[in-house]
């Protein structure tokens, strides 16, 4: 079974400086892996996903995210952090087993300060 | 770009009362979704529908609830009887395809308030 691990369910960066959230994985299988966004009163946004092709994913609003196998790891990050990008984030991961569930973290609140 | 659209926003409903949660997915495509997110924890997987039936569900989807697409476009997860467990943000969502990188569309959630 699939599971992932969201480290820090808050984080706090100011305006301009690097945003890091953390997602581990766990798979038996060869994962995909996926970062999703909940601006407020919005429904969940894919802002990004790795399928297997480029181990680093480049994804919308200037956020990426690396898929580091040895590590379990797919951190989301953006060099500079915007207002805007204050929301919740959350890591998903699906096999590719017919019509398998996405799997979610507990998210991470991500509050950006001026 | 679409969009699933999810109605109430906002349900509160006294505990052992039905509770019907209403989903409107993107018009084309055939994969239909309900999540559920309780305060707090992880969002959890609760059933996949395609072809007018389930096509996987979780453990958390017992005999209290069901889901069904009575006209071709709404998309509904009934609880038969409420508990004061079932509070949480209900999340409806749609994918064209079938595969594990197939993109999932969200609406922006039922938050149902059982007391």
């Known amino acids: 079974a699939q599971s992932v691990t969201q480290l820090g369910s808050h984080v706090s960066v100011s305006e301009g400086a690097l945003v890091l959230l953390r997602c581990n994985y766990s798979s038996s299988v060869p994962p995909y892996l996926f970062w999703y966004v909940q601006y407020p009163n919005q429904g969940l946004q894919l802002l990004l996903k790795?399928?297997?092709?480029?181990?680093l994913v480049k994804g919308i609003n200037g956020f990426e995210a690396e898929f580091k196998k040895s590590e379990t790891s797919f951190h989301l990050t953006k060099p500079s952090a915007h207002m805007s990008d204050a929301a919740e984030y959350f890591c998903?991961?699906?096999?590719?087993?017919?019509?398998?569930?996405?799997?979610f973290g507990k998210g991470t609140r991500l509050s950006v300060i001026a | 770009e679409p969009e699933v659209t999810q109605t109430p926003s906002h349900q509160v409903t006294q505990m052992g009362q039905e509770v019907i949660l209403r989903c409107v997915p993107i018009?084309?495509?055939?994969?239909f979704y309900w999540y559920r997110q309780i305060l707090g924890q992880k969002v959890e997987f609760l059933v996949s529908f395609y072809n007018n039936e389930i096509s996987e569900k979780s453990e958390i989807f017992d005999d209290q609830f069901s889901v069904e697409r009575p006209d071709g476009s709404n998309f509904t997860l009934k609880i038969r009887s409420t508990k004061l467990e079932d509070s949480a943000m209900y999340f409806c969502a749609s994918s064209e395809r079938v595969g594990g990188n197939e993109k999932l569309f969200f609406g922006s959630g039922t938050q149902l308030s059982v007391l």
């Open positions: 790795y399928t297997s092709a480029a181990t």
């Open positions: 998903a991961v699906r096999t590719n087993s017919g019509n398998t569930p996405l799997v």
């Open positions: 018009s084309n495509h055939l994969y």
